[in-house]
């Protein structure tokens, strides 16, 4: 290579720019969709607690370990894992399984975030009378619409990478972030007005730790992983772009914080409203389990059920602003779902950007387009990918953080824009994470999916 790496790779513009853009990848179906589903769920706040602890004690060392990495090589994720261990091939297999988890998350991602764009027509044909045509986009088993809708976000992701970090990514994520905030807020003062919204509250803020339980720890785990974009090095890539006077830990941080404040926000808007629609008559628990009747369709079922309600100009107007805004949250998440694979096929083959996103985009459109068809494939996606791949993903950094690269070596490359980490508090508590306490907790969530397959 004649050129030096930061000189023909993308950086981005301003340390404002990285943070949205990697607020933005953690920021998206996980928090608004996922969080305040999984909170339902699990009987409200005690899950909110442990689902925090979770965000702390994993996910932030293991984003604090990914960033780093990919400062250190300026490399995507199986240049990365070549460059620090001289071209072993076991290590280039965490990034290949990184980049293979990127074209198998999105390839079900792009089908939900179609799901949020054909509510928006949704809402606005049933506002207008025309409830045959809303049926027809609110139906998630049309195979054909859903394949239209999301073929249609996966052009919409392609166009974005290939703009290039700082012109696409940075400016798409420094506009749509703060917006997405604004909406979320309003929506919130707009709920908060309707009746039973004070029952959603009281769940959400009111512990109830009878309902802990193992199963609760781990898919708390596993929330965590997911939303903050995690296990697979979409943050190695996004660390790559990322220039020598950033502080790597105090932006690990604010995105952290970014990402639990989102998803924090959105289930303050989300379990309210499932309460004025259950006050409205919708049916949301069963009365007889007290278990939610539709949990991983529940936005999609129950909150444009109380839009309607509301009825009138603002209900539509609410339903439509609530769902462009789950469907800009998602798009700002699957752009960096796809540069991890585009970023690999251009360092790693030598094909331009442009070819390269729409080369891989149109691999994961085709895979797509199949899971429109045939929607079982999302849970056996979400099962290997997510439930097994990131935590995988994770573990596997961990050990080859802590145990050959070194975290002392991560600590050196951290001190570049952080001068004083290697005598921070900062740096033996990390370390002491990302080689003991991280793994172990990692391990176990992949233990218990084991466990559950023996178990069956
Ligand atoms: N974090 C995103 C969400 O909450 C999803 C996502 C984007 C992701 N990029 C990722 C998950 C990389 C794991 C790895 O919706």
């Known amino acids: 290579m004649a050129t030096t790496p930061t000189s023909k790779r993308g950086t981005w513009n301003t340390k404002l720019g990285f943070i949205l853009a990697a607020a933005g990848s953690a920021v998206g179906l996980g928090n608004i969709w996922g969080f305040p589903t999984q909170v339902a769920d699990n009987g409200g706040a005690a899950f909110i ?3 925090l602890l979770c965000c702390l004690i994993v996910g932030f060392p293991v984003m604090v370990a990914e960033l780093t990495i990919g400062r250190r ?4 994720p199986v240049g990365a894992f070549k460059a620090l261990s001289n071209g072993n091939p076991f290590a280039a297999l965490i990034g290949y399984w990184g980049v ?8 079900f991602y792009v089908v939900i975030s179609g799901w949020t764009l054909a509510y928006v027509f949704e809402e606005i044909l049933f506002y207008f009378g025309q409830e045959g045509w809303a049926a027809y986009f609110g139906d998630l088993g049309n195979g054909p619409k859903n394949a239209i809708f999301t073929l249609f976000f996966m052009v919409l992701t392609v166009l974005i990478v290939t703009g290039g970090v700082s012109q696409g990514i940075e400016r798409a994520t420094k506009a749509l972030m703060p917006i997405l905030l604004a909406i979320l807020v309003i929506l919130i003062v707009y709920i908060f007005t309707l009746e039973g919204a004070m029952d959603g509250v009281a769940m959400y803020v009111m512990p109830d730790f009878s309902t802990v339980t193992g199963g609760l720890i781990l898919s708390a785990l596993g929330q965590a992983f997911f939303s903050l974009s995690l296990g697979m090095g979409a943050l190695i890539t996004y660390g790559s772009y990322l220039n020598k006077k950033q502080n790597i830990v105090e932006s690990a941080a604010y995105v952290t914080i970014f990402d639990i404040g989102i ?3 959105a289930g ?3 379990i309210p409203a499932m309460f004025v629609a259950q006050a409205g008559g919708v049916q949301i628990f069963n009365p007889e389990t007290g278990a939610l009747f539709s949990s991983t369709t529940l936005v999609f079922d129950v909150l444009p059920e109380m839009f309607h309600n509301v009825g009138g100009l603002i209900g539509m ?14 798009l700002t998440s699957s752009i960096s779902l796809l540069e ?3 970023s690999y096929v251009i360092d790693e083959h030598n094909i331009r950007r442009k070819k390269a996103a729409w080369l891989i985009g149109g691999i994961v459109g085709a895979i797509g387009v199949l899971v429109s068809f045939e929607l079982g494939l999302i849970d056996l996606f979400v099962y290997i990918f997510n439930e097994i791949g990131l935590p995988l993903g994770g573990l596997m950094i961990c050990i080859f953080l802590g145990y050959f690269w070194k975290t002392e070596n991560a600590l050196l490359e951290m001190k570049d824009g952080y001068e004083t980490v290697e005598t921070s508090n900062f740096a033996p508590i990390w370390s002491i994470f990302i080689k003991y306490i991280s ?3 990692i391990a176990l969530v992949l233990a218990s999916v084991v466990w559950g397959l023996i178990a069956g």
């Open 49 to 51: 607690l442990i689902y």
């Open 263 to 265: 998803a924090i926000i």
């Open 73 to 76: 090589t300026q490399k995507n």
């Open 439 to 441: 793994p172990v907790l």
């Open 100 to 107: 293979l988890c990127g074209v198998m998350i999105l390839s």
């Open 317 to 330: 107007l609410l339903g439509v602003t609530f769902f462009i805004l789950l469907g800009l949250a998602a």
């Open 340 to 342: 991890v694979p585009v």
């Open 268 to 270: 303050l808007l989300v």
